[in-house]
């Protein structure tokens, strides 16, 4: 088995594509639409599907917002420098939630940002991922 991709329901499609490509640096993959269902479906991420899980973002036609639910926590990134990328985030427009700084309890370190509906992003530096996971 192989995780294949993660889906995130979205109230402006175009808000999202601009976030994940232009902030986070992802790749528009490919998208489709379903005028009979009325929803358009686009995938994004960093390498070809073949090899990495993606992001499908979901666009219900007519739906702008959603509750954010209790059970989902959040999309884990793997960065080289955690406070740059920060930077560079809040530079493109994207919103920092938690700066750069080390896990309680640890030395991995962390931060987070949030996407234009409110979903969550760790950052998690490069050097000491194995960490954040528990090996």
């Known amino acids: 088995m192989r995780l294949l991709h993660t889906m995130l329901r979205v109230g402006d499609l175009q808000r999202s594509i601009h976030f994940y490509t232009e902030i986070l640096g992802m790749r528009l993959l490919r998208t489709s639409e379903n005028p009979i269902y009325k929803y358009s479906?686009?995938?994004?991420?960093?390498?070809?599907?073949?090899?990495?899980?993606?992001?499908?973002?979901?666009?219900?036609w007519g739906l702008e917002h959603y509750q954010m639910g209790t059970a989902f926590g959040y999309i884990a990134l793997r960065v080289d420098n955690v406070p740059d990328t920060c930077s560079s985030i809040?530079?493109?427009?994207?919103?920092?939630?938690?700066?750069?700084?080390?896990i309680k309890g640890g030395s991995t370190i962390i931060g987070f940002v949030k996407d234009p509906d409110?979903?969550?992003i760790?950052?998690?530096e490069n050097k000491n991922t194995s960490n954040a996971l528990g090996n």
């Open 41 to 60: 479906l686009t995938f994004v991420g960093f390498d070809d599907e073949s090899k990495d899980a993606v992001i499908e973002l979901t666009y219900n």
């Open 90 to 102: 809040r530079r493109a427009g994207g919103k920092v939630t938690r700066e750069a700084g080390t």
């Open 122 to 124: 760790e950052l998690i």
């Open 118 to 120: 409110g979903y969550q």
